[in-house]
């Protein structure tokens, strides 16, 4: 069956009598100051029945603190999803989290329309918090104030912490302006390196090529409050040092993949189990 974007009093219903439950024994989100938190965009299906990649992160989430972006059709889709229902019951029973993917089309998506998919998410799949893709005003003049706002709204009326990630897309110093409008910010998503010597990289990153002369307003906050997305880091040689990078960086979400454009988070990286070694190892203060 079909159901149709869920809206006003009947929303909030089904809201909240699907969530009741989960209220109850859902622990508060949160990270220590010198914790790294994996940030993986898990878009890949859940095919529980032969393995998938969520088995992994499911796994995973034993180890270290762990935070899955969920994505099942750019978005909740139109209907909820058996066996996104079941993979991320059983990430979330191993001590992980899940929250939810939001396209805003760069400031051009109709707030009503955004809205109407963080209600779909918590509805369908009680999620830990919402990732709000595509942040940026040039497109269109969608309010991210409005949509944090929204979320924390919700927050309070469930009685347990969501969290609101937002990747703005845009170079930084100018996506300080949305720091207001999430609890972390991805400040950088893309390549490892780049044949272009003024192209975006994690080489590059955070004071040459496109960065340089930037300030580093970023180091100015704790460092729960960034994320650093970072794909095509061919192998497992360099794990170490890039993620010491971003945790040099004031990055406290991170994730490392060696998957590639056009969709580099369509798989885990073929070094996953090492990249949760390391992390854990971080964590342990070695």
Do not use: C, H
Not at 192 to 199: E, I, R
Not at 215 to 232: H, I, S
Request: hydrophobic share 45%; net charge negative; aromatic share 12%.
């Amino acid at each position: 069956m079909r159901m149709k974007t869920l809206s006003g009093f009947r929303r909030s219903l089904i809201l909240l009598a699907g969530l009741a439950a989960f209220s109850a024994e859902t622990p508060v989100l949160g990270q220590s100051p010198t914790t790294v938190t994996a940030l993986v965009p898990a878009y890949f299906y859940p095919t529980w029945w032969s393995g998938s990649p969520w088995d992994d992160l499911t796994r995973a989430a034993s180890r270290i603190p762990l935070e899955a972006i969920m994505n099942p059709a750019s978005g909740p889709g139109t209907a909820p999803n058996a066996d996104y229902e079941r993979a991320v019951a059983d990430l979330r029973m191993a001590g992980g989290k899940v929250i939810g993917y939001v396209a805003t089309g760069y400031g051009a998506r109709p707030l009503g329309a955004i809205l109407g998919e963080i209600d779909a998410y918590l509805a369908w799949y009680a999620v830990d918090g919402i990732f709000v893709d595509e942040m940026g005003n040039q497109l269109g003049s969608v309010d991210y104030q409005a949509i944090y706002d929204y979320v924390k709204g919700l927050q309070a009326v469930l009685g347990r912490e969501l969290r609101v990630v937002g990747n703005p897309g845009i170079p930084f110093p100018q996506v300080e302006v949305f720091l207001s409008a999430a609890d972390t910010l991805v400040i950088f998503e893309g390549p490892l390196s780049t044949s272009d010597p003024q192209g975006a990289s994690f080489r590059a990153y955070p004071t040459r090529g496109p960065y340089a002369g930037m300030p580093l307003w970023f180091l100015n906050d704790p460092r729960q409050r960034f994320a650093n997305l970072v794909y095509a880091a061919p192998s497992a040689r360099a794990l170490g040092s890039l993620l010491d990078k971003a945790i040099r960086f004031n990055a406290g979400y991170v994730y490392i993949t060696n998957d590639v454009l056009p969709n580099p988070w369509d798989s885990l990286p073929s070094y996953w189990n090492l990249e949760v070694d390391a992390i854990a190892a971080r964590n342990a203060g070695r």
